[in-house]
């Protein structure tokens, strides 16, 4: 998820370096068009948030720093409110089926969540659902 000002730069050729935090390696999976990425890489030109959704590096875009960081805790607190094995799970399965294909994806998934069977996170979600509440989670 990300949220996003007015621009983003990538700058590394400017001070000498080539991207080392994996932004090369990600940006191609990301985007899906190796040649905006490399003239971004190669140019460091500022690319600016309606370009970026378009091209979807990021989830959204708003017209000010204050507007994003209002969204973004917004988002944060919605986040906060599901089950912490749920969403650290979801993570985990996201970043893995980033890497992996289809069906080893779902092969890690059916065995990861059989080991979730035994959460109480489960159980309170359940219940919750059932007496249409909020489930209330454990900080783990």
Same mark, same amino acid.
């Given at each position: 998820?990300? !949220?996003? %000002?007015?621009? &983003? &730069?990538?700058?590394?050729?400017? +001070?000498?370096l080539a991207a080392? *935090?994996?932004?090369?390696? =990600? /940006? %191609? =999976? +990301? &985007?899906?068009? @190796?040649?905006? $990425?490399? @003239? #971004?890489?190669?140019?460091? =030109? ?10 979807? !590096? $990021?989830?959204? $875009?708003? %017209?000010?720093?204050?507007?994003? #960081?209002?969204?973004? +805790?917004?988002?944060?607190?919605? +986040?906060?409110?599901?089950? %912490? $094995?749920? *969403?650290?799970?979801?993570? /985990?399965? !996201?970043?893995?089926? =980033?890497?992996?294909? *289809?069906?080893d994806a779902l ?14 996170? !489960? ?6 659902? &059932? ?10």
């Open positions: 998820m990300k !949220l996003s %000002p007015s621009f &983003i &730069i990538f700058s590394s050729c400017d +001070i000498g080392d *935090v994996g932004a090369l390696q =990600r /940006l %191609p =999976r +990301i &985007i899906g068009n @190796e040649s905006l $990425v490399r @003239e #971004l890489a190669f140019t460091g =030109r500022e690319m600016y948030a309606d370009e970026a959704a378009k091209n979807g !590096l $990021v989830s959204r $875009v708003f %017209p000010d720093k204050q507007s994003m #960081l209002e969204a973004a +805790i917004h988002i944060a607190q919605q +986040i906060a409110e599901k089950s %912490p $094995v749920a *969403v650290q799970g979801t993570k /985990l399965h !996201l970043n893995y089926s =980033r890497d992996h294909s *289809v069906d092969e890690y998934q059916a065995t990861w969540n059989m080991s979730l069977l035994q959460s109480e996170d !489960l159980a309170k979600s359940a219940m919750a659902h &059932i007496g249409k509440t909020k489930a209330e989670f454990s900080d783990y």
